[in-house]
């Protein structure tokens, strides 16, 4: 039997704590990315997310059990804007999501980048680039060309793929390991326990499902 490595943290034993908050325009597709990482499935129908939906993930790398506390944040001002300060405390890293579909979705990514580096966010805290709906090739209006600059100019990895096509579940699972590797070669990085994770629901604040995944690094 494989052994799982804890780190102890002031007398007892954690699992470690990633907090991932992912955020982009209204509509970019952030819920069912989050949803097909965590539930591994795409969500028949959603709404605007109101404030931020919680979701969590166990991970096994190299023999260490991971949480991975997915925020799911709100794209729309009026959603969001009470809950801003809550999305930057503490967080492990960013997931910017666009529309592949949508320019408009990618030329906003400046105000999101902004945004975060407006909370005072480390630029030790790795950011990915992600465009997502693939899977409408007919409609594409963002190049690869285009996305994969603008990544290399903000120092980020870009994954473009489709939280709807189930053959593109890898590739979604792909983006959160592969920073939570990055943040598991962070040996600095502390454990938290639920620091930052609401101790009782809040108004706007849905802790929704867990599910557990094994993996290994897919960078
Ligand atoms: N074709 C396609 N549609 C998608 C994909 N991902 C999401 N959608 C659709 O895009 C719409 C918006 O998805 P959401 O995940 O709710 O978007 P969001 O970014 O969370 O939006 P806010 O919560 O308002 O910020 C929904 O109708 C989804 O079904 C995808 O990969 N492909
Ligand atoms: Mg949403």
């Given at each position: 039997m494989r052994g799982i490595a804890r780190y102890r943290c002031a007398g007892r034993d954690h699992t470690r704590i990633f907090k991932i908050i992912v955020i982009g325009d209204?509509?970019?597709g952030k819920t069912c990315l989050t949803f097909r990482f965590c539930g591994g499935t795409f969500p028949g129908k959603t709404e605007a997310t109101i404030g931020v939906d919680f979701r969590e993930k166990t991970v096994e790398i190299e023999g260490e059990r991971i949480k991975v506390q997915v925020w799911d944040t709100a794209g729309q001002e009026r959603f969001r804007k009470s809950m801003v300060e809550h999305y930057y405390r503490n967080v492990h890293a960013v997931v910017f999501v666009y529309d592949v579909t949508k320019m408009s979705s990618f030329t906003n990514l400046k105000t999101w980048i902004e945004e975060c580096n407006g909370h005072a966010?480390?630029?030790?805290?790795p950011r990915v680039l992600v465009g997502n709906k693939c899977d409408l090739k007919d409609l594409i209006q963002v190049p690869s060309s285009l996305a994969l600059k603008f990544a290399d100019a903000h120092n980020m990895l870009l994954f473009e793929t489709?939280?709807?096509?189930?053959?593109?579940s890898q590739n979604v699972d792909a983006i959160f390991m592969c920073l939570v590797c990055r943040l598991k070669a962070q040996r600095l990085l502390p454990c938290r326990d639920t620091?930052?994770?609401?101790?009782q629901p809040q108004p706007h604040c849905r802790r929704l499902d867990e599910a557990s995944g094994k993996g290994s690094c897919p960078c």
């Open positions: 209204s509509n970019v966010v480390s630029p030790l805290v489709s939280a709807k096509d189930p053959q593109e620091e930052g994770w609401p101790a």
